[in-house]
């Protein structure tokens, strides 16, 4: 699993509140992103970060923001929380495995907007 | 615009017989071609890529995919199915500009019966 936890693994709030996702990893890894998976548009890039204080845009960024302040850390809050970000959200890290850079996956957490 | 398609969205086979999920591309999507698996409760898995070395690409768990320029495909397949092959499958692509950026196609839910 490269190391990687996300938490919460569920999360219910209501529409307008914050919410803020945290991906953990262990294993020091440059590259982290987060995607969201929804039923008909299978994983979609919010947001990507190549380093510490280094982040970028995604496909889907609109209402999220992203933080890095450390390499282990990446952040993924939901500034006011809407029902149409009610979705799957994964973790991924890249990591050099022989001469091959790989993808790897949390386990994803799951938010409901109510 | 670049895109990943999967037709498909739900495939059902009897155990031992053809698995063949079907995954076209635009053509400017660049050819780095991925398959991904994921099981219930889980992230993703790589299954297998293509990087533009061998056109036929063969991955864990007995599958492989062949990539066609001409057809803008790279499908995915195994001879005989096994109960545990039952997952979602995502076919993905590169985008342009980042390595690990990826396009995902909608996913493909095998079902797989005695």
């Known amino acids: 699993d490269a190391g990687i936890t996300q938490s919460p693994r569920h999360k219910v709030t209501e529409t307008g509140t914050p919410v803020t996702l945290r991906c953990h990893q262990t294993e020091n890894h440059r590259y982290m992103y987060w995607y969201r998976q929804d039923p008909g548009h299978g994983l979609r890039l919010i947001h990507y970060?190549?380093?510490?204080?280094?982040?970028d845009k995604g496909e889907v960024s609109d209402g999220y923001s992203v933080s890095r302040s450390k390499t282990e850390d990446f952040l993924l809050t939901l500034e006011s929380a809407t029902s149409s970000q009610t979705s799957v959200y994964f973790c991924a890290i890249s990591e050099l495995v022989g001469r091959d850079e790989k993808l790897f996956f949390g386990s994803g957490t799951q938010l409901s907007v109510l | 615009a670049q895109s990943v398609t999967q037709l498909g969205s739900h495939v059902s086979v009897s155990e031992g017989a053809l698995v063949l999920l079907r995954c076209n591309y635009s053509?400017?999507?660049?050819?780095?071609l991925f398959w991904y698996v994921q099981y219930p409760n889980q992230g993703l898995q790589l299954l297998l890529k293509y990087t533009s070395a061998a056109t036929l690409v063969k991955g864990i768990n007995g599958f492989e995919a062949e990539f066609k320029k001409s057809e803008t495909s790279f499908h995915l397949t195994k001879p005989s199915a096994h109960m545990s092959d039952a997952a979602e499958y995502f076919c993905?692509?590169?985008?342009?500009?980042?390595?690990?950026?990826?396009?995902f196609g909608a996913g493909t839910r095998l079902a797989v019966h005695p």
């Open positions: 993905a692509g590169m985008l342009s500009g980042g390595y690990n950026k990826l396009i």
């Open positions: 970060s190549y380093g510490v204080k280094d982040t």
């Open positions: 053509s400017s999507v660049p050819p780095y």
